[in-house]
């Protein structure tokens, strides 16, 4: 079946600094990527939808310059969370989207771990 | 707007017990709902959906029916096994909109 690969799994970053979270479709092409994010406890909240060679859509009181997305390939979506704070410490996890599932399959990576110390 | 209620857990049980999960929903247009799974360190995984009402999802014993009257759709298992620990999300999309809405998620703990 359709994979997701996400990657790092888990990051430890100092304050200031930019981290990148990768994520990949494996075996497919992923028309539209979707970024969420997750606190403890508390849903999986969506950030940003990102269309492949288009620039994303942020929901609303999502920073997109701090939260840069980029979708430059059918198989490959990124987030660079700049400049981060301790609390941008959280878990963060994509989700593809192959139309040819009819529209019903997303695919989710295995999370990110963000801790800003 | 959207949104989706979920019971809190963590929700304990001994093998072989009968588990719902309640789950209620908010939505504008003509949601599809869907339950999620996370087992520990593993990706949310599609545990079954249902696309209109009175539809019921199933898989791997799970069943779920979409009830517009009461806007729910509870998950359910008749037997439950110590390899279904795992986080569940209650989910849905909603015409125009592709995302997913999530709910918080319900932990479920088997015990032997």
Redesign the interface.
């Known amino acids: 079946g359709a994979v997701?690969s996400?990657h790092p799994s888990r990051v430890i970053c100092k304050s200031g600094t930019s981290v990148k979270i990768e994520c990949r479709s494996l075996d497919f092409q992923a028309t539209?990527m979707?970024w969420?994010r997750q606190f403890p406890?508390?849903?999986?909240?969506?950030m940003a939808?990102s269309n492949e060679g288009s620039k994303a859509t942020y929901e609303q009181g999502v920073e997109k310059d701090k939260f840069l997305i980029n979708h430059a390939s059918l198989t490959l979506s990124t987030l660079t969370v700049t400049s981060a704070h301790p609390e941008d410490s959280s878990f963060y996890?994509c989700?593809a989207?192959d139309q040819g599932q009819g529209?019903?399959g997303?695919?989710?990576?295995?999370?990110t771990r963000l801790t800003v110390v | 707007g959207n949104s989706?209620t979920q019971m809190e857990g963590p929700v304990t049980l001994s093998e072989e017990a009968f588990l719902t999960i309640n789950c209620t929903y908010t939505a504008t247009g003509y949601p599809?709902l869907?339950w999620?799974v996370q087992y520990p360190?593993?990706?949310?995984?599609?545990l079954l959906?249902a696309?209109k009402a009175d539809d019921k999802g199933s898989n791997k014993g799970f069943e779920a029916t979409y009830r517009k009257e009461t806007t729910s759709f509870h998950l359910e298992k008749g037997s439950v096994q110590v390899s279904d620990s795992a986080v569940y999300?209650c989910a849905l999309?909603d015409t125009g909109r592709?995302?997913?809405?999530?709910?918080?998620?319900t932990r479920l703990q088997v015990q032997p």
């Open positions: 997701v996400q539209t979707f969420y406890k508390q849903s999986l909240m969506l939808t996890i989700s989207s529209n019903y997303y695919t989710f990576g295995s999370g | 989706v599809s869907f999620y360190g593993e990706g949310l995984q599609l959906k696309t999300f999309t592709r995302a997913l809405t999530f709910g918080s998620g």
